[in-house]
C-alpha cells in the first residue's frame, strides 16, 4: 500500500510532463494500478485494525473523508488555473499528498515494533519485581513439599 500511494503521486506528477497521447495512457494505467492497489488493501487492513465487527464502519468513514478532497479538489485546481494559466501546478499539488502519506506509513510498522519491545520490556521488568520465595525441591516433581526438606 506504501508503494502504491508513492508512486501515485509520483505518476500524478507526471501528467504535465508527458507530450503526447501515449504518455497519458501509460501515466492512467499506472495511476489505474495504484487505486486498485489501495482499494482492495483498505478492507483487509480495517479488518486488522479495528477488527470485523467494526471494519464496515471504519472503511465508511475512510470513505466520507475521502470525500472531501474529491468535492473540494476540482474548484481548487480551477483556481489555480485560472491563476497560472494552466493545470501544471495542480496535478504536482495534487500528487503531494500522496507521497507524504506513502512516507507517514512507511514509519508506522518501526513505530509499531518500538512500541511492541517497549511493550515486552515493561512486562518483564514487572515479572522481576515480584519475588516469590521459593525454597529448593518444592517444585520437584512428585516429592510432597514436607518430604523435600528432609
Known amino acids: 500500500q506504501v508503494a502504491s500511494f508513492v508512486l501515485l503521486g509520483l505518476m500524478c506528477m507526471m501528467i504535465p510532463q508527458c507530450r503526447g497521447f501515449e504518455g497519458v495512457i501509460v501515466i492512467c494505467l499506472f495511476l489505474g494500478l495504484c487505486d486498485g492497489f489501495f482499494t482492495t488493501i483498505m478492507a483487509p487492513i480495517a479488518f486488522e485494525l479495528v477488527g470485523p465487527m467494526q471494519a464496515s464502519q471504519a472503511i465508511g468513514y475512510l470513505m466520507g473523508l475521502m470525500a472531501v478532497p ?3 479538489g476540482p474548484p481548487i485546481a480551477g483556481y489555480l488555473n485560472d491563476y497560472f494559466g494552466n493545470y501544471h501546478v495542480s ?7 500522496p507521497i507524504v ?6 514509519v508506522v ?32 516433581p512428585g516429592c510432597p513439599a514436607s518430604e523435600a526438606h528432609i
Open 70 to 72: 474529491m468535492t473540494a
Open 101 to 106: 502519506g506513502g512516507l507517514v506509513l512507511s
Open 109 to 140: 510498522p518501526l513505530v509499531h515494533q518500538r512500541m511492541l519491545k517497549k511493550q515486552r520490556l515493561d512486562s518483564g521488568k514487572d515479572k522481576m519485581l515480584v519475588s516469590e520465595t521459593v525454597m529448593n525441591g518444592e517444585l520437584l
Open 91 to 97: 496535478f504536482y499539488f495534487a500528487g503531494v499528498p
